[in-house]
């Protein structure tokens, strides 16, 4: 499905309701917040650096005066600050109209969180696990729709699940492990979106998108770290040349979170040349993000890993 030519200026009006954006601070998940903002939304800014998310929240504040934006602590790679941000957004807020998971890391060197998962797999789709577990209540008592959107990327198509080695502790391949987890984060959205629908919720439905290419700080963050000045240049070339704007992939979460069409299971991206740029539309994923037994393998997993099980049944949403 495309519904050709679609911008954020079709978002509709979202005066009173509540969205997070887990890295809020840059790239995708900047634009994604700038657009919400403009809708009328609070916008919970889910951020590592607290003081740089302030920054590009006054930025945001000099076009669109009246938006409320909230700063607030979230490290993807530190379950205990999931833990304390799910906590405080609860205690705080009575609703949750869409959770967008947009923060990751890409290509880096084997790292590990501090709760001693890979980096990648762990920021990119454990934290994400763990941080839409810890607000299910919040979506499921919120009156009305709600979406989870989850941010994969076009390279999941390269990623295949190693259980035996899921952390890369025998063997890592930086763009290996990358396409693992944003294949992780396809699986997730559709395994969430099944079992909402098995626990009878239709008012939740979860979505995956990607951005195609859009120019941002993920693609110098691994050549930095290595100390790779040609890498960094060589990345910096590309971007100019061939990405998009980083507003420009910021639209098809934006489509994920808000277009009226999307009922949950889907993947969404930009529909033009080889789905890197242009507007966004409902796309395939990968075969391999269609398996229900590796996306039940991968969640049983998640949930034993990061200590966060999944409760359907406290909603009062469950029509059965
Ligand atoms: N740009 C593309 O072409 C492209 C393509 C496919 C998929 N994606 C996906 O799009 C998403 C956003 O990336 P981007 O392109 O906007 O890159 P970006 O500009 O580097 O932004 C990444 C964001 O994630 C945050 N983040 C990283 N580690 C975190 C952690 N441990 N806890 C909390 N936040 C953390 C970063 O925070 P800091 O600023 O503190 O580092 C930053 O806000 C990623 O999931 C990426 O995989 C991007």
């Not at 790239?27 to 609070?42: D, I, K």
Request: charged fraction near 25%; hydrophobic fraction near 35%; proline fraction near 3%.
């Amino acid at each position: 499905m495309t519904d050709s030519g679609w911008t954020a200026e079709r978002m509709p009006d979202m005066t009173g309701e509540t969205v997070i954006v887990t890295g809020a601070n840059s790239g995708l998940g900047y634009e994604v917040t700038r657009a919400f903002a403009r809708t009328g939304a609070t916008v919970v800014m889910a951020c590592r650096r607290t003081n740089h998310a302030k920054t590009m929240k006054g930025k945001i504040l000099t076009e669109a005066p009246d938006a409320t934006l909230d700063v607030r602590e979230l490290d993807l790679a530190d379950l205990s600050s999931i833990r304390a941000f799910a906590d405080g957004f609860e205690s705080e807020y009575d609703d949750l109209r869409v959770l967008c998971n947009n923060a990751g890391v890409m290509a880096v060197p084997r790292d590990e969180t501090a709760d001693g998962f890979e980096l990648q797999f762990g920021v990119n789709h454990l934290g994400h696990f763990a941080l839409t577990g810890l607000l299910l209540d919040a979506l499921l008592e919120t009156d009305g729709k709600t979406r989870v959107v989850t941010q994969s990327s076009g390279l999941h198509e390269n990623g295949e699940m190693d259980f035996d080695d899921l952390q890369g502790e025998r063997e890592y391949d930086k763009w290996d492990a990358y396409a693992q987890s944003k294949l992780a984060n396809v699986l997730f959205a559709y395994e969430l979106d099944r079992r909402l629908g098995d626990a009878g919720i239709e008012d939740v439905a979860s979505v995956a998108c990607h951005p195609g290419y859009a120019s941002t700080n993920l693609q110098g963050r691994g050549p930095r770290q290595e100390g790779s000045i040609l890498r960094l240049w060589m990345m910096r070339i590309a971007n100019a040349v061939l990405a998009q704007s980083a507003e420009r992939g910021a639209l098809p979460m934006l489509y994920a979170a808000t277009a009226g069409g999307i009922t949950g299971g889907e993947y969404v991206g930009p529909d033009g040349l080889m789905n890197m740029r242009g507007p966004p539309s409902v796309q395939s994923s990968s075969d391999r993000s269609y398996d229900e037994v590796v996306a039940e393998r991968l969640w049983d997993s998640s949930e034993e890993l990061t200590g966060v099980t999944y409760d359907f049944r406290r909603s009062k949403s469950v029509s059965h």
